[in-house]
């Protein structure tokens, strides 16, 4: 699998910290990573209720029924059950733990013996005056990886035990499909076949916990080279006499559990028991709520694409470990370091496991699992395996780059590393204090923070929307029913969606959060207040208003301040901007530099207005005949170059000598901002908010369609410095939007946007979300991929005549290459060329832009490194068969806008 079956819905931010912040805090904490607080780490490799959810899951959330009795969550649960497993009765239980605590108190007496692979001790077992026996393959720890089934029971010690013990002497075999104690590893459906046929034979039940069935199923599958999954995972379950489920696994939700029991006899007093552990038999100790999200989790794993792409992420990770030579196994959760091969020169007194815990957490802020009794960690072989597992759908594979650099630089350091002295004597992980036998742990670690090479999203991805794959037949009748125009695709029928980045962000938790205490009123109220108070702050402009979205603020600006005839000079047009202006009557101008119409032509500051041709219309038409100076943040039709600061104060003394406004599209004030702190020396070293500030300071006012840089799904503000100017402003709002409190939006909008704005400004995420766009370019331009260069900030523009030079333009290769694009690989792209320029309402001829351009549109916080990865391959591929794509004509044309509803037919069939 090439990249994620999903796309990022939701993120939760990660907080940046120093080594020496992440020394302090861990000295507070006794120098045990576990008793850190969880806002103090960044990468939690915990898989255990870490996973993200997807959509369905949040949806699931908001309906769940929290009857005491016969709720309806617990019915969804059963009926999710019995369609992917064929099961019905399942016992409801709060997690494992409950789960195995009803097997236990059912099934154990004292002095029986439970025989189980799970390579570590059960308090519960002990609990019931049980023992333990592990009948676990002896070389299990020492496996290289998943496909050697390291968990597998060793089948003659297991008959041998069975035979020493007898019927009466075994309260059941428990056999793990990944047990925690064996990093993972799985167990092939052959071997637990065998133990079946073993238990059967001596009259012993067999229970199986199936937390991890399909990830274990995938493995059995690519061991056998084929088979249908869920097939797989049903004859791993028809081992069992009784099964149990932890839903926070494979299921990937943050709580609950199941046991079922084939004997029906079992399986009532299973449920019999749970009434007196876990609460009543349709419950089990989960809310409702949770129920539903797990029930959906159930559903969507059997579909095993998310089981593949998180053993695909853990094989990537391992990869790069043992790149670096560090002594590491894979596993079906995530990777085992082997702590004493990392630091010989440490005695067991000194604690390898939980120094090398704390020097990743100190060197990278990585959490390691380590968790329960302490003896499971301090003995052997618990004390010299270090697990870090991977949380499902959560991270990205910068992350895991970030992960592997961490662990490296403390392997490479690993001979410099002391110990720690253990100050109490705990019964549990939780209860361990530790203190240096050095005065620090290690001499220095020599790693560099955040550096260009290691730039990883400052985010987690909490919630994700999955993705539906096509094949090309289905591809190519989809475009065909589009009319070959991307934008009358169905969304459903898009695998990668780089037609705009407007409202399509990834929302952060803080903004959901937000959200969910609002005052829904759409007079008077706090959060209006919050939001004009911010913008206020962080803009300069001193009256703020709201709009529902962008568009609705120009139509405002340009009814309010331009008069019949006059000029609307500006850095290049945009579509519905321009619209706008000329439907006050305003005619737009073009001012912006020659060489923004040059795609080839690599100056960095293609935003910049061309001052000589803006003074040249002042002297020709007269400053009282233009109505204000149109000037964008990072020019999207021309690239989404920016414009410089230099520039920028040109054009604003040159503006306040004749007494014209500068109205800024501010729409993507935060990317100019930032690509101003990158390329210009000058403003190195301030903060993008600061550079915001001053960028808005030589202008008179904005609109913002704040669905872009501000990373809300709706929204606009209309910003001046003028009382006169927004008394009309608010005038006109009310007539056409909404009111002044709210301009149209409501108030959960509102609030999200407020703290959209706050999150936009973070330094850490603007430098990643421009990073994410300019490796996107250089790769296709170190493919040969004929690009606007250099690589602007929200979207890569394909240069539609050097990648089709045979099509004519008034057969619209852009629009071409876009369906074309869809066509081969699923991705959604977006003309910019002579179909969006429209036709010269005087001769009705089509404008033939300078520029005709497909935009690649990232959307914010979405996509990750391996869906760019995707789309530049599937555009290399395109490259290669380029001349079999033929340009297009109108099938129908719309008077207005005509970009977005047209619809086209092949000049020529398409042979590619």
């Given at each position: 699998?090439?990249?994620?079956p999903?796309?990022?819905?939701e993120?939760?931010?990660?907080?940046?910290?120093?080594?020496?912040?992440?020394?302090?805090?861990?000295?507070?904490?006794?120098?045990?990573?576990?008793?850190?607080l969880?806002?103090?780490?960044?990468?939690?490799?915990?898989?255990?209720?870490m996973?993200a959810?997807?959509?369905?899951?949040?949806?699931?959330?908001m309906?769940?029924d929290e009857?005491?009795?016969?709720?309806?969550s617990?019915?969804s649960?059963?009926?999710?059950v019995r369609?992917?497993?064929?099961?019905?009765?399942i016992?409801?239980?709060?997690?494992?733990?409950?789960?195995?605590?009803?097997?236990?108190?059912?099934?154990?007496?004292?002095g029986?013996?439970?025989?189980h692979n799970?390579?570590?001790?059960?308090?519960?077992?002990?609990?019931?005056?049980?023992?333990e026996?592990?009948v676990?393959?002896?070389?299990?720890?020492?496996m290289?990886g998943?496909?050697?089934?390291?968990?597998?029971?060793?089948l003659?010690?297991?008959?041998?035990e069975?035979?020493?013990?007898?019927?009466?002497?075994v309260?059941?075999?428990h056999?793990?499909?990944?047990?925690?104690?064996w990093g993972?590893?799985?167990?092939s459906?052959?071997?637990?076949?065998?133990?079946?046929a073993?238990?059967?034979t001596?009259?012993?039940?067999?229970?199986v916990?199936?937390?991890?069935?399909?990830?274990?199923?995938?493995?059995?599958?690519?061991?056998?080279?084929?088979?249908?999954?869920?097939?797989?995972?049903?004859?791993?379950?028809?081992?069992?006499?009784v099964v149990l489920m932890?839903?926070?696994?494979d299921?990937?939700?943050d709580?609950?559990?199941?046991?079922?029991?084939?004997?029906?006899?079992?399986n009532?007093?299973?449920?019999?028991q749970?009434?007196v552990?876990?609460g009543?038999?349709?419950?089990?100790?989960?809310?409702?709520r949770?129920?539903?999200?797990?029930?959906?989790?159930?559903?969507?794993?059997?579909g095993?694409?998310l089981a593949?792409?998180?053993q695909?992420?853990?094989?990537?990770?391992?990869?790069?470990?043992?790149a670096?030579g560090?002594?590491?196994?894979?596993?079906?959760?995530?990777?085992?370091?082997d702590?004493?091969?990392?630091?010989?020169?440490?005695?067991?007194?000194?604690h390898?496991?939980?120094?090398?815990?704390?020097c990743?957490?100190?060197?990278?802020?990585?959490?390691?699992?380590?968790d329960?009794?302490w003896?499971?960690h301090?003995e052997?072989?618990g004390?010299?395996?270090?697990?870090?597992?991977?949380?499902?759908?959560a991270y990205t594979?910068?992350?895991?780059?970030?992960?592997?650099?961490?662990?490296?630089?403390?392997?490479?350091?690993?001979?410099?590393i002391?110990?720690?002295?253990?100050?109490?004597?705990?019964?549990?992980?939780?209860?361990?204090?530790?203190e240096?036998?050095?005065?620090?742990?290690?001499?220095?670690?020599?790693?560099?923070?955040?550096?260009?090479?290691?730039?990883?999203?400052?985010?987690k991805?909490?919630?994700?929307?999955p993705?539906?794959?096509?094949?090309?037949?289905?591809?190519?009748?989809?475009?065909?029913?589009?009319g070959y125009?991307?934008?009358?695709?169905?969304?459903?029928d898009v695998?990668?969606?780089?037609l705009?980045?407007?409202?399509?962000?990834?929302?952060?938790?803080?903004?959901?959060?937000?959200?969910?205490?609002t005052s829904?009123?759409?007079?008077?109220?706090r959060?209006?207040?919050?939001?004009?108070?911010?913008?206020?702050e962080?803009l300069?402009?001193?009256?703020?208003?709201?709009t529902h979205?962008?568009?609705?603020?120009?139509?405002?600006?340009?009814?309010?301040?331009?008069?019949?005839?006059?000029?609307?000079?500006?850095?290049?047009?945009f579509?519905?901007?321009?619209?706008?202006?000329?439907?006050?009557g305003?005619?737009?101008?073009?001012?912006?530099?020659?060489?923004?119409?040059?795609?080839g032509n690599?100056?960095?500051w293609?935003?910049?207005?061309d001052c000589?041709?803006l003074q040249?219309?002042?002297?020709?038409?007269?400053?009282?005949?233009?109505?204000y100076?149109?000037?964008?943040?990072?020019?999207n039709?021309?690239?989404?170059?920016?414009?410089?600061?230099?520039?920028?104060?040109?054009?604003?003394?040159l503006?306040?000598?004749?007494?014209?406004?500068?109205?800024?599209?501010?729409?993507?004030?935060?990317?100019?901002?930032w690509?101003?702190?990158?390329?210009?020396p000058?403003y190195?070293?301030?903060?993008?908010?600061?550079?915001?500030?001053?960028?808005?300071?030589?202008g008179?006012?904005c609109?913002?369609?704040c669905?872009?840089?501000?990373?809300?799904?709706m929204?606009g503000?209309?910003?001046?410095?003028?009382?006169?100017?927004?008394r009309?402003?608010?005038?006109m709002?009310?007539?056409?939007?909404?009111?002044v409190t709210?301009?149209?939006?409501?108030?959960?909008?509102?609030?999200?946007?407020?703290?959209?704005?706050l999150?936009?400004?973070?330094?850490?995420?603007?430098?990643?979300?421009?990073e994410?766009?300019q490796?996107?370019g250089?790769k296709?331009?170190a493919?040969?991929?004929?690009?606007?260069?250099?690589?602007?900030?929200?979207a890569?523009?394909?240069d539609a005549?050097r990648?089709?030079?045979?099509?004519?333009?008034?057969?619209?290769?852009?629009q071409a290459?876009?369906?074309a694009i869809?066509?081969?690989?699923?991705?959604?792209?977006?003309?910019r060329?002579?179909?969006?320029?429209?036709?010269?309402?005087?001769t009705?001829?089509?404008?033939?832009?300078?520029?005709?351009?497909?935009?690649?549109?990232v959307p914010?916080?979405?996509?990750?490194a391996?869906?760019?990865?995707?789309?530049?391959?599937?555009?290399?591929?395109?490259?290669e068969?380029?001349d079999?794509?033929?340009g297009?004509?109108?099938?129908y044309?719309?008077?207005?806008?005509r970009?977005?509803?047209?619809r086209?037919?092949?000049?020529?069939?398409?042979t590619f």
């Open positions: 699998m090439r990249s994620e999903y796309k990022i819905k993120v939760k931010k990660s907080r940046a910290l120093k080594p020496y912040e992440r020394w302090n805090i861990l000295k507070a904490a006794g120098f045990n990573t576990f008793n850190v969880s806002d103090h780490v960044a990468f939690d490799m915990v898989a255990r209720g996973s959810w997807s959509h369905f899951q949040k949806a699931a959330l309906v769940g009857a005491y009795a016969g709720a309806r617990y019915y649960l059963e009926g999710a369609e992917v497993f064929g099961v019905t009765g016992v409801p239980a709060h997690n494992r733990i409950g789960a195995e605590k009803l097997v236990a108190t059912t099934m154990i007496a004292a029986q013996t439970v025989l799970r390579g570590q001790a059960s308090g519960l077992v002990a609990a019931q005056g049980g023992e026996v592990d676990t393959n002896p070389q299990a720890a020492t290289p998943p496909a050697s089934f390291g968990a597998d029971v060793d003659k010690r297991l008959e041998g069975l035979h020493r013990l007898g019927r009466r002497g309260a059941y075999v056999v793990d499909l990944c047990p925690d104690g993972g590893q799985p167990v459906v052959d071997n637990l076949e065998r133990v079946a073993l238990a059967r001596h009259g012993v039940p067999l229970v916990d199936i937390s991890d069935v399909f990830t274990v199923a995938w493995w059995n599958r690519a061991a056998a080279e084929g088979g249908e999954l869920g097939e797989v995972a049903r004859r791993l379950l028809a081992c069992a006499d932890d839903a926070s696994h299921a990937r939700s709580v609950g559990g199941f046991v079922w029991a084939r004997d029906p006899d079992t009532d007093a299973l449920r019999n749970v009434v552990f876990e009543l038999h349709t419950y089990g100790g989960m809310t409702g949770a129920m539903d999200v797990f029930a959906v989790g159930v559903r969507e794993m059997a095993g694409e593949q792409w998180h695909t992420q853990i094989g990537e990770l391992a990869d790069m470990l043992w670096d560090v002594p590491a196994v894979r596993g079906t959760r995530g990777i085992v370091l702590a004493a091969a990392f630091f010989p020169q440490l005695g067991a007194d000194e390898p496991k939980f120094v090398l815990a704390a990743l957490y100190i060197q990278g802020g990585i959490r390691p699992r380590i329960g009794t003896r499971a301090s052997p072989p004390s010299r395996w270090l697990h870090l597992e991977l949380p499902r759908c594979r910068n992350h895991l780059r970030e992960i592997a650099d961490v662990v490296g630089s403390v392997w490479a350091a690993r001979s410099e002391t110990g720690l002295r253990l100050a109490n004597q705990p019964e549990f992980v939780d209860e361990a204090v530790f240096p036998v050095h005065e620090r742990l290690f001499v220095t670690i020599p790693r560099a923070e955040r550096s260009a090479r290691r730039l990883f999203e400052p985010y991805i909490a919630i994700f929307e993705l539906k794959v096509t094949d090309r037949p289905y591809r190519v009748q989809a475009i065909r029913e589009a125009n991307t934008f009358l695709l169905r969304s459903e695998y990668i969606d780089f705009t980045d407007s409202g399509t962000s990834a929302m952060s938790c803080h903004q959901w959060e937000g959200m969910t205490d829904d009123t759409p007079y008077g109220n959060h209006i207040q919050e939001l004009v108070e911010t913008f206020r962080v300069g402009f001193e009256h703020i208003i709201p979205q962008g568009r609705a603020a120009e139509h405002i600006m340009s009814q309010c301040m331009i008069r019949p005839g006059q000029l609307v000079p500006g850095n290049m047009y579509t519905t901007t321009k619209l706008h202006q000329e439907m006050a305003g005619v737009f101008v073009d001012v912006i530099v020659d060489e923004a119409h040059d795609p690599d100056f960095p293609k935003g910049n207005i000589a041709k040249a219309e002042i002297d020709r038409v007269g400053a009282e005949n233009i109505a100076i149109s000037h964008e943040c990072c020019v039709m021309a690239g989404g170059q920016p414009f410089s600061m230099d520039n920028l104060k040109e054009v604003s003394r503006c306040q000598r004749y007494g014209i406004p500068i109205m800024f599209d501010a729409t993507r004030c935060v990317e100019n901002a690509m101003i702190k990158m390329k210009d000058a190195a070293d301030r903060s993008v908010r600061e550079i915001l500030r001053e960028m808005m300071s030589y008179d006012g609109t913002i369609s669905k872009k840089d501000f990373l809300v799904n929204g503000i209309l910003a001046c410095n003028s009382s006169e100017l927004a009309r402003f608010r005038r709002l009310r007539v056409w939007e909404g009111e709210n301009g149209g939006l409501d108030t959960k909008d509102i609030v999200a946007l407020t703290r959209g704005l999150d936009s400004l973070e330094d850490d995420y603007i430098r990643m979300r421009i994410q766009t490796e996107f250089r296709l331009l493919a040969g991929i004929p690009i606007v260069v250099p690589p602007g900030s929200h890569i523009f394909i005549r990648f089709l030079p045979h099509v004519d333009q008034d057969e619209f290769p852009a290459l876009a369906a869809y066509i081969e690989t699923g991705v959604r792209t977006m003309e060329g002579n179909v969006s320029k429209g036709r010269n309402p005087a009705g001829e089509n404008y033939r832009p300078k520029l005709e351009l497909v935009r690649c549109t914010r916080r979405v996509y990750t391996s869906h760019i990865d995707y789309v530049v391959e599937g555009i290399v591929r395109l490259w068969k380029r079999a794509i033929s297009l004509r109108f099938v044309e719309p008077k207005v806008l970009f977005f509803q047209s086209f037919e092949p000049v020529r069939p398409w």
